[in-house]
């Protein structure tokens, strides 16, 4: 596959739906970065390095002069929302950066502006903006935003496009009928299908181009049969869902080291506090289930109670989300988890994490436009499990499931990189370190 990696010539244009607290963040970050006001700190593909070969030939590069990436320099940013603030708007309203940090950048801030968004307040019913299209049908609405994707090509002179939904969570749906082919798929857009969600629309009008689709958000979108299969026929990178950020990355962190301990967990009770409007969304019983399940799943499958029954067996796992304004955008989480040790003997952690939900969020949204673009230029079409590092409910293949250890993610992240690159693949054998030993053996 190496020999087929393109170059990332010309411009990047990054698409979100969904400029709100995240989508600014990134952007004003990015554009703080390339004023060398800042460090992009969280993003691997800015700051990371891969160790490639034997450790004795201590080769760590960048990973960013590893793979051609497209150059922060090339990037052009756009996107929807339901609301029509500019993004120097919208990032004084979400509060997450500085007000002085928001005026250094203000001039590229203030000159994009939000395309008027594909929404339905039946998926969300704590938002309502009045930016939004008007059309009978979803078929009439995806082409509306084909036609958008395709002006911003050309009127910002992109080489290539990728899109990262950025959207509110939308309420709960489960894949049904008219989820499982193109076709049906295509009838319910015709018909205005009730189960096909805005964040859909936007997904299908991506892939249709060929355009990388990630999604940021635990909605179902392209993680339906129909969008799978239109992403193979168009070459199209897809993935999802959620990123991994605060605490589910806490949990994928020090989840892994208890079981590789073969410690016993007995509870794990999650809470969270925010005041941001990601929180006001979630305060509606709906929105927030699709975030329950996204995060739910994460322990039982580091931990594979069926597997072990004597450690994980009668774990008892909650999670709770609670909006509570003062926070903003500083969410607050306390994690009690019982667990017990030899003989059963019990002990308990406790995680308070305060952190910044956008300032976790923001460099996985580059890295995520930055790899679905190379994925793209390294012919790998379809879901991207490789990226699986970045969310709380990675896309597999049907009957696969995901793998939520979070170093076992980047394992197999920085070994997609490396075959890429037709470097060996790290298997961590070391073996031949020890030739003496392999060969008495
Ligand atoms: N911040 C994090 O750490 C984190 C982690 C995981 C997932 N997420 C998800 O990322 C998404 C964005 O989070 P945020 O904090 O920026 O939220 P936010 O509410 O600040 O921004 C979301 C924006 O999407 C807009 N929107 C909603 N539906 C839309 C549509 N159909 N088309 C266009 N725009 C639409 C809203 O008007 C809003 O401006 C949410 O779904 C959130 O659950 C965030």
Not at 134 to 154: Q, Y
Not at 423 to 441: F, P
């Amino acid at each position: 596959m190496h020999n087929v990696v393109e170059k990332a010539e010309g411009k990047l244009g990054l698409l979100m739906p969904g400029l709100g607290a995240v989508a600014t963040t990134l952007i004003a970050g990015v554009e703080a970065v390339k004023k060398d006001l800042a460090q992009p700190v969280g993003s691997l593909t800015q700051m990371g390095s891969i160790r490639l070969g034997k450790r004795t030939e201590n080769r760590y590069p960048k990973i960013k002069e590893f793979v051609p990436l497209a150059d922060l320099n090339d990037i052009v940013f756009g996107g929807w929302d339901v609301y029509s603030d500019n993004v120097f708007e919208a990032a004084m309203k979400a509060k997450v950066l500085e007000p002085m940090m928001l005026h250094a950048v203000k001039a590229e801030l203030e000159a994009i502006k939000p395309m008027k968004a594909v929404f339905d307040k039946a998926y969300i019913a704590n938002l309502d903006g009045d930016h939004i299209k008007e059309a009978a049908t979803k078929a009439d609405l995806a082409k509306a935003l084909m036609d958008d994707i395709e002006n911003f090509k050309e009127a910002n002179d992109c080489a290539r496009l990728v899109m990262v939904w950025c959207g509110s969570t939308e309420k709960y749906i489960e894949e049904s009928e008219v989820h499982q082919s193109i076709e049906v798929f295509e009838a319910g857009l015709q018909n205005n299908d009730p189960a096909i969600a805005p964040s859909m629309i936007y997904a299908y009008a991506a892939i249709k181009l060929g355009v990388p689709f990630m999604n940021g958000a635990p909605n179902l979108t392209c993680d339906i049969p129909a969008l799978i299969e239109l992403a193979k026929q168009t070459d199209t990178p897809i993935g999802g869902k959620d990123f991994k950020t605060g605490q589910t990355l806490m949990k994928t962190i020090l989840a892994p080291g208890l079981h590789a301990r073969a410690l016993g967990v007995k509870g794990w009770f999650s809470s969270n506090i925010l005041g941001n409007r990601d929180g006001l969304v979630l305060d509606a019983p709906e929105n927030f289930k699709t975030k329950e399940v996204s995060k739910l799943s994460v322990l039982d499958e580091i931990f594979r109670p069926e597997s072990n029954p004597e450690l994980y067996g009668d774990m008892y796992h909650k999670v709770r989300i609670n909006y509570y304004p003062p926070h903003g955008d500083n969410k607050e989480s306390w994690d009690n988890i019982d667990i017990f040790g030899w003989l059963g003997y019990q002990m308990q952690i406790k995680i308070n994490f305060l952190c910044r939900d956008s300032i976790l969020a923001a460099p996985l949204v580059l890295d995520l436009a930055l790899f679905s673009d190379l994925a793209k230029r390294a012919g790998m079409s379809g879901i991207q499990e490789w990226l699986s590092f970045y969310f709380k409910s990675p896309q597999t293949a049907e009957g696969l499931n995901p793998e939520h250890d979070i170093f076992k993610q980047l394992i197999k992240l920085q070994n997609t990189l490396r075959h890429m690159m037709g470097e060996d693949l790290i298997t961590h054998l070391g073996m031949d370190y020890y030739q003496d030993l392999v060969e008495a053996m």
